[in-house]
């Protein structure tokens, strides 16, 4: 498994000098399994245009372009990018379409159908060219033949939110963005008028028993891609339910949870080039992650998982 950063960046595209090093563009993964001659996309941010433009370029002779796009979820930073993904104008084109069911009465179709449409692009679903099938998922462990395995995890997210993890000859590929810890959303103050006992109980131990889950999700991956939009002191002084995890913890859960490489991601579209180098010298040192190689990831870096 060959995995490739095209988009690195949470919120909104950051073009500029001042993240020339990390990228500017939004989310978009792919993972090339050579030997199954499997290609897989995770999210369409602004990255998957230029990944689009890549595939088009590079294949061979008139073969069609096949492939496996699974979305997080489908706020807008995670699908920006799909309308300008040139291999859905090929009528060859193969494309697979994943994503969680985030309304009950609309389907992935549907919602993503929504930004492709005259009120928001020129050219309709309808109107595109290449062969499509939208795929709705829960949480759960599926087969996607030629060996690889794929289990999707539910992320504490405002939308509903999928962690993906892939696995292909004792090769794990995990990804968990955008998400943050679990915790107790009842009060457990005592003093407080609607503080009831059994409540803060129940609650703090469903989020124990959620963090808990999400560890042994990723456990034992090879290389996981985790949300790292913050740092501590950020997140705990007025981003709590934001949906973003910060640097510190996904680290920490890293460790914990026996992962060889930790890519952190989603970088805050405020976070510069030389701040995420500061932080990258403040943070990617084994005296503080131990045996776990962590890095930030940066747009177009290439890794053999």
């Known amino acids: 498994m060959k995995l490739k950063f095209w988009g ?10 001042q993240t020339v090093t990390y990228g500017g563009n939004t989310l978009c993964l792919e993972l090339e399994i050579s030997a199954a001659q499997r290609r897989i996309i995770i999210d369409a941010g602004s990255g998957i245009r230029q990944l689009g433009n890549c595939l088009i370029q590079t294949r061979s002779g008139r073969n069609p372009i096949s492939a496996d796009l699974f979305l997080t979820h489908t706020h807008v930073d995670h699908i920006l990018g799909l309308p300008f993904f040139a291999p859905l104008y090929l009528p060859d084109t193969q494309l ?19 930004q492709l ?18 795929l709705n998922l829960q949480e759960g462990h599926f087969d996607l033949g030629d060996g690889i395995k794929l289990t999707t995890k539910y992320l504490n997210h405002p939308l509903l ?23 107790n959303v009842f009060s457990t103050d005592p003093k407080d008028p609607v503080y009831d006992e059994s409540m803060a109980r129940e609650g703090e131990l469903a989020a124990q028993t959620e963090n808990s889950r999400m560890q042994d999700f990723i456990r034992g991956a090879d290389l996981l891609v985790y949300d790292a939009h913050y740092l501590q002191n950020e997140y705990e002084t007025e981003r709590i339910g934001w949906g973003h995890t910060f640097i510190e913890y996904a680290i920490d859960i890293a460790k914990k949870s026996q992962v060889g490489s930790l890519a952190l991601f989603h970088h805050d579209p405020m976070r510069t080039d030389s701040e995420l180098d500061e932080l990258s010298e403040r943070f990617c ?21």
């Open 8 to 17: 690195v960046r949470g919120g909104i595209p950051t073009p500029g000098p």
């Open 96 to 114: 697979n379409i994943y994503g969680p069911v985030t309304c009950e009465e609309e389907s992935l179709e549907i919602v993503l159908g929504t």
């Open 117 to 134: 449409s005259y009120r928001y692009f020129p050219v309709r679903q309808t109107e595109l060219a290449a062969d499509i099938e939208y």
């Open 161 to 183: 939110c999928f962690g993906y993890r892939f696995e292909y000859r004792r090769k794990v590929f995990c990804t968990a963005y955008d998400t943050e810890p679990f915790r």
């Open 285 to 305: 040192h084994a005296t503080y992650t131990a045996d776990t190689e962590v890095f930030f990831a940066r747009e177009g870096m290439v890794i053999d998982v």
